[in-house]
T-cell receptor, first 113, second 111 residues
Framework: GAVVSQHPSRVICKSGTSVKIECRSL??????MFWYRQFPKQSLMLMAT?????????EQGVEKDKFLINHASLTLSTLTVTSAHPEDSSFYIC?????????FGSGTRLTVV | GENVEQHPSTLSVQEGDSAVIKCTYS??????FPWYKQELGKRPQLIID?????GEKKDQRIAVTLNKTAKHFSLHITETQPEDSAVYFC??????????FGAGTRLTVKP
């Protein structure tokens, strides 16, 4: 079946530093990937849609300069949280559409101290 | 864009009873409605899905119904078990739109 590998699963970083999260589709080509953010006890909120070879589409209220998305190949999308602050601490998860369904990465727990 | 509302936010049932979670959506173009179960800190797991050309779908103890006219769909879990305890999310998407999630329902099944 469709598998999306997401790394790292957990990361702790200092305020002001940047963190990169990777999502790879292992057995299929994902022209589109979605990045979600989830706060404790809340739903998954779509941050942006990542399109291979073009600029990502960001949802309203999401700072594109802070959350940099790169989808340089059909199997890799990255989310970089720049100049991280404690309020960026959250669970970040990617998803790729394959055919008529969606496959999720395992998620990244980001803690900014 | 699509807006998905989900109720209730919390649901507690006795083991063996049924649980029903309801969702409404706003975009008539939405044609795919998955339900996910999420354990704490893990990825959502697809438990059942339904497309707009179908009114009902069942998989063992889990069933989903869809009313396109009213733009609502529901998850039904029968003979609930303690391991069904989790957070459940409904979602809606179309061929053009990204998938949007409901706010989630925390289901607790008491032994």
């Amino acid at each position: 079946g469709a598998v999306v590998s997401q790394h790292p699963s957990r990361v702790i970083c200092k305020s002001g530093t940047s963190v990169k999260i990777e999502c790879r589709s292992l057995d299929f080509q994902a022209t589109t990937m979605f990045w979600y953010r989830q706060f404790p006890k809340q739903s998954l909120m779509l941050m942006a849609t990542s399109n291979e070879g073009s600029k990502a589409t960001y949802e309203q209220g999401v700072e594109k300069d802070k959350f940099l998305i790169n989808h340089a190949s059909l199997t890799l999308s990255t989310l970089t949280v720049t100049s991280a602050h404690p309020e960026d601490s959250s669970f970040y998860i990617c998803s790729a559409r394959k055919g008529s369904g969606y496959t999720f990465g395992s998620g990244t727990r980001l803690t900014v101290v | 864009g699509e807006n998905v509302e989900q109720h209730p936010s919390t649901l507690s049932v006795q083991e063996g009873d049924s649980a029903v979670i309801k969702c409404t959506y706003s975009d008539s173009a939405s044609n795919y409605f998955p339900w996910y179960k999420q354990e704490l800190g893990k990825r959502p797991q697809l438990i059942i899905d339904i497309r707009s050309n179908v009114g009902e779908k069942k998989d063992q103890r889990i069933a989903v119904t869809l009313n396109k006219t009213a733009k609502h769909f529901s998850l039904h879990i029968t003979e609930t078990q303690p391991e069904d305890s989790a957070v459940y999310f409904c979602a809606a998407s179309s061929d053009l739109n990204d998938m949007r999630f409901g706010a989630g329902t925390r289901l607790t099944v008491k032994p």
